[in-house]
């Protein structure tokens, strides 16, 4: 009989094959090493993928890969973005309430132009937590849209609702037996995420128009002063890094297996 860890090995494999399958082909659109590929999304899908992204905040989903989701929606892929929070503290001048219900709305109006489906895990904006109830939370959310691939913020980032957001979407996964591709996005590199140096990119020079609308719907963050500050430059500098006008740059946290062997040494 086989016991657990070979059980939730063996479950792996077989996901992860699939979903390495449907990054490494090109004609899926998929994320690639060094050089993206551009223009080669299919009209017609042949396996539909689930895309799942987990931003802390309204907005940091669209701002750090909306491009690369729009990419996959509109290649007929299944997008999700879970919100960990709704942006409750985001303005001492209104209360929680009045922050949140505004802010849900710009993260749905965001959602519906990306085509993208909006959820919401329920944390408290600038008060997220990360413990065994919360990991729990967030294992069942993201087993629930059962995703082949999920984007998550690199927990390395100046903003603890951004760190917390990444470590529980790194738990899920590691709770999950690793069954679905875990990849990490970048937000006011700089400012807040530290330290990303990715090796992947998704050429997102056909979609940036439709990637800035979804970030513009987010008009109580002065989204134009953030796009010029930060993500324009981003976008074109990791479009210079990879041999396109635009793209958005991701960590794939790689499993063991795909390890690099390095020469002279064994394992
Ligand atoms: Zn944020």
Redesign the pocket.
Known sequence: MMNKNESSRRKFVKRSTAGIGALAFSRFGGISKGSPVSGLFPNKVEKILHIMCV???P??PEFGCGGTLARYSDAGHHVSVLYLTRGEAGDPSKSYEESASLRTREAETACKLLNVKPLFAGQIDANTELNKVRIDDMVRLIQSEKPDILFT?WPLDT?P??QVAGLLAFNAWARSGEQFQLYYYE?NTGS?TMDFEPPDYVDISGVREKKKSAMFAHKTQNPEEIYADFFKTMEEFRGLQSGVKAAEGFIHFKVKGERATLSGLQS
């Open positions: 931003g802390a905040h907005g940091d913020h903003h609702d951004h937000v807040e």
